[in-house]
């Protein structure tokens, strides 16, 4: 398997020989094939002249020397060079500074062989660890930021979004990455990187790592990074959950359809459980119609699908006042028969209804084309 290293560097010459001679010790032992690639942003502090030097040692090491634009920049800069001059198999993403212990490249890439798409170093599970030195606030943002970043972009399995010791299949996951699109040139590139690779439908698996304090040089993390990780999220998270939020809009246009035409029914004399039928009826039109020409766009039905998907989607419809008897009558028989019983259940039972709606509506109605 040909496996390339990407290693941004700024300011490492006091670690990039020790990582790069620890690397080449193991290479020795594994059947795979490397590369490794060091970005450098013109460290003032002369790591481009080192990497320079060991490469005429070890043929298999590169250079590239690219402006100090953000660790992201200098990954995606080193990402497309690699793939475009190394032809790699699997690219390894990880630091110059030993925070990342380059032994633990092998269990990476073990876990690659046994079939998974994209391997993390995790320190958030069991055997993993950050710094006991990090202060409490840096601990905090660092727990709390990747549990906010998993809930909002939908991807609970993964536990460390923000590791940046990673390997990750190139053919049909990094090759199929918009590169020059990531929308962070720092770190918040991470979530992006996993958002698409999730979107792709990779195979995750995380393992265990200690992650150590930094000894060397200072860190690259600064205020505006964790200001622009959020403004990340927030913008893949609405990429993430649109049509959810267009499913709930063309939901609440449906709703006032059906209470103006019930209201309008009832004054012009109609019985009121026609008035309510009539009402439901105009509003799965409306929701139908606006469903598939906005929210599932992209699924638009063909013309000659619309009058069997309409009907299923008036069966599948049935499912919300089904749904809502059951939660309303139990709530009911359980806890008295009030007002507020009822009203409470009824509220209870909305949540349940918008999923029922949400997973039919997606893997049935507009499900999406293999």
Not at 210 to 239: C, H, M, P, T, W
Not at 299 to 305: T, Y
Not at 335 to 349: D, K, M, T
């Amino acid at each position: 398997m040909n496996v390339t290293l990407v290693i941004p560097s700024y300011n490492e010459r006091e670690t990039i020989e020790k990582v790069i001679g620890i690397l080449e010790d193991f290479f020795k032992s594994s059947t795979d094939n490397y590369k490794i690639l060091v970005v450098d942003s013109f460290s003032p502090d002369g790591t481009g002249e080192a990497v320079k030097s060991l490469s005429k040692i070890y043929p298999n090491v590169s250079l590239l020397s690219v402006p100090k634009n953000g660790i992201g920049r200098a990954y995606m800069a080193g990402f497309a060079y690699a793939i475009a001059n190394f032809s790699p198999e699997v690219l390894v993403e990880m630091d110059a500074d030993l925070q990342h212990d380059p032994l633990d490249v092998r269990r990476l890439l073990a876990e690659i062989h046994n079939g998974f798409d994209s391997v993390i170093g995790s320190r958030y599970i069991a055997g993993g660890m950050i710094p006991k030195e990090w202060g409490i606030h840096r601990k905090f943002l660092s727990g709390f930021g990747g549990l906010f970043a998993r809930l909002v972009l939908g991807i609970p399995s993964v536990h460390d979004l923000t590791s940046g010791f990673k390997a990750t299949r190139v053919k049909g996951f990094l090759d199929k990455i918009k590169l020059e699109e990531i929308l962070s040139g720092k770190q918040a590139y991470k979530f992006h990187i996993i958002y698409e690779l999730f979107k792709l439908g990779a195979k995750f698996k995380e393992v265990p790592i200690i992650f150590a304090n930094r000894e060397y040089g200072e860190s690259k993390i600064v205020k505006a990074d964790l200001f622009e990780a959020l403004k990340v999220v927030i913008v893949l998270g609405l990429q993430r959950w649109a049509s959810f939020i267009k499913f709930l809009t063309v939901g609440f246009v449906g709703l006032i359809i059906q209470t103006i035409a019930y209201q309008f029914l009832l004054r012009g004399g109609v019985f009121p459980s026609t008035a309510v039928v009539i009402g439901s009826e105009l509003a799965i039109i409306s929701n139908f119609t606006f469903n598939n020409l906005w929210t599932f766009r992209e699924r638009k039905l063909a013309l000659i699908q619309i009058p069997f998907k309409f009907l299923q989607f008036n069966f599948t419809s049935l499912g919300a006042p089904i749904i809502q008897f059951i939660v309303v009558g139990a709530g009911v028989y359980l806890f008295g028969r009030s007002g507020l019983i009822a009203n409470v259940s009824f509220f209870i039972s909305l949540p349940l209804v918008l999923v029922w709606n949400y997973f039919f509506y997606t893997h049935l109605i507009w499900r999406k084309k293999k």
